[in-house]
């Protein structure tokens, strides 16, 4: 039973995850000196699933490194404090072709943190953005490489992207904020 | 959870509270390995360390974790200010305070020196870096996590602290550490240098995991970590040590002793370290000594108590 308004389901998820996975071997011409990097926490079980679909049909693995973020947001003194993580980037990032991989794409300002964390560990060849859901209300000029799905919503809504990883089922859902805060 | 403001003693920190810290401590360190050991979390920050004893080791990991999380570090030593000219330790506290620094981290010969400061300051927060002979919480937290990483959960290890346990407000810390998660201490050393207090908690109630055995050989029996005590030679009063040369012969962790531990024990020192009188200079350098490693984790523990303490509330963000 799930919980909100469903707006993809795990067979939906997967087939997007796919087609992400094809757009960026296409458009970096291949898997030379590519590596993924998932936002913790849900972009890092999103980036295996990525690099699981290349390797299934390019035949060769592409490196999946985990992100924290949680040093460099610019709310820290504003909300409640985030537990930080280890940062593991097991090839490096330096002179790589860096895919950013996260759940969903709101204000901006996760990738904003992300951007700096990364420059903080190397200076990567290239840096793109790929995200499962773009919900729009961006505040800062960023924007995907790569989405899975555009999701019109309003800012009352929360936008849930599910993974068995972290949540036990496989889905993406909109629940209302009021909702979201008693789960 | 009420937000924490002050960090005076582990006596008052929950196993889930020690366990969440050491947890952010680990994802600190992998920070401090990278070629540009800097983030941007407490920009903006000023905090102020006020050492009126002398120390190298504490007071440059405090400066260190605070400028690798970007708060601007303010050190202060007795001599120098105005501590020199007489002024109490309260108006200088709050001379400082008045200058909106967000956090004093202190260490003083006094215990409970940081108690009073805590009670008296009311924008500035009070890390106790070591208050006499009474307790030294980030020492503790460094032990613990040196332990955790290296023998997993502590629920029911055995912690042998051996030496001055008397003067020693490490040991002291390092006990209300070890109890929380679980652990069993047994502390070791001459009649006159273990206090009997340390059996009983804050309330009085008795402590069954704490015990006393004034044998080293039987103490380290099956032993899985062993803190070996500085003997504090400028704190000794007369008559607590029968001698050195005695001292030495009974207590010194030598490599017979720790061939007794169990295989792989760690051996921990909160130095600065007498080689050759509480441990023997071939362990202080060995395989089984994590000495070193310590230091390295006591920048990160430092790190994580001081974004724990400058930054937001204190509940998980919900994502």
């Known amino acids: 039973m799930t919980e909100g308004r469903l707006i993809l389901t795990g067979e939906e998820m997967r087939r997007a995850l796919t087609r992400i996975a094809h757009e960026v071997v296409e458009s970096n011409k291949g898997l030379d000196g590519l590596t993924l990097v998932g936002i913790r926490r849900r972009g890092v079980p999103l980036a295996r699933r990525i690099a699981d679909a290349i390797a299934s049909f390019e035949d060769a693995s592409v490196p999946v490194g985990a992100l924290d973020i949680n040093l460099y947001r610019d709310d820290l003194t504003s909300r409640p404090q985030p537990l930080v993580r280890p940062t593991e980037l097991p090839s490096g990032i330096e002179g790589k072709a860096v895919v950013l991989v996260d759940d969903v794409l709101f204000t901006g300002r996760t990738i ?10 190397g200076r990567p060849r290239i840096v793109q953005l790929a995200v499962l859901v773009d919900r729009g209300h961006h ?4 924007r995907a490489d790569y989405v899975g799905k555009n999701v019109p919503t309003s800012l009352d809504e929360i936008v849930e992207v599910r993974v068995p990883e972290v949540d036990g089922v496989e889905e993406v859902a909109i629940v209302e904020r009021v909702k979201a805060v008693s789960t | 959870m009420q937000r924490r403001r002050h960090v005076l003693d582990l006596d008052d920190f929950s196993r889930d509270e020690i366990t969440a810290l050491l947890d952010s401590a680990d994802a600190m360190r992998e920070l401090l390995s990278r070629s540009i050991k800097k983030a941007p979390s407490l920009r903006g920050k000023v905090v ?12 440059v990991s405090f400066e260190q974790a605070g400028k690798m999380l970007s708060a601007d570090v303010i050190n202060i030593s007795g001599s120098g200010s105005s501590a020199e ?17 967000d956090l004093i981290v202190i260490r003083s010969p006094h215990s409970g020196a940081p108690y009073f400061l805590a009670r008296n300051l009311q924008r500035m927060g009070v890390v106790n870096a070591g208050d006499g002979r009474h307790a030294h919480p980030t020492q503790a937290l460094l032990d613990l996590m040196t332990m955790r990483h290296h023998i997993g959960e502590l629920e029911g290890k055995r912690v042998v602290i051996v030496g001055d346990v008397l003067h020693s407000r490490v040991a002291r810390s390092d006990v209300f550490g070890l109890q929380a998660l679980g652990a069993s201490v047994v502390l070791c050393g001459p009649p006159t240098l273990i206090p009997l207090d340390l059996l009983h908690g804050s309330e009085g109630e008795s402590l069954p995991d704490v015990n006393i055995e004034h044998d080293l ?23 607590m040590l029968p001698s050195m040369r005695e001292y030495t012969r009974r207590w010194q962790v030598t490599e017979g002793r720790y061939r007794r531990a169990k295989p792989g024990a760690l051996l921990m020192h909160p130095g600065p370290m007498n080689e050759g009188v509480e ?8 395989p089984g000594s994590q000495i070193e490693e310590q230091v390295t984790n006591g920048v990160a523990v430092r790190m994580a108590l001081l974004y724990q303490l400058l930054t937001g509330g204190q509940e998980e963000a919900a994502e």
């Open chain 2, 85 to 101: 000219k007489g002024e109490s330790l309260l108006n200088t506290a709050l001379t400082l305070q008045a200058m909106h620094a």
């Open chain 1, 139 to 142: 505040e800062l000029p960023i």
């Open chain 2, 217 to 239: 050989d039987r103490a380290i029996e099956d032993a899985d970590a062993v803190i070996a005590l500085r003997i504090q030679q400028e704190r000794q009063g007369a008559g």
């Open chain 1, 112 to 121: 904003r943190a992300a951007l700096n964390a990364l420059m903080d560990l």
């Open chain 2, 48 to 59: 102020l360390t006020l050492f009126l004893e002398p120390s190298t080791r504490t007071r």
């Open chain 2, 279 to 286: 441990i023997a200079s071939s362990l202080a350098h060995g």
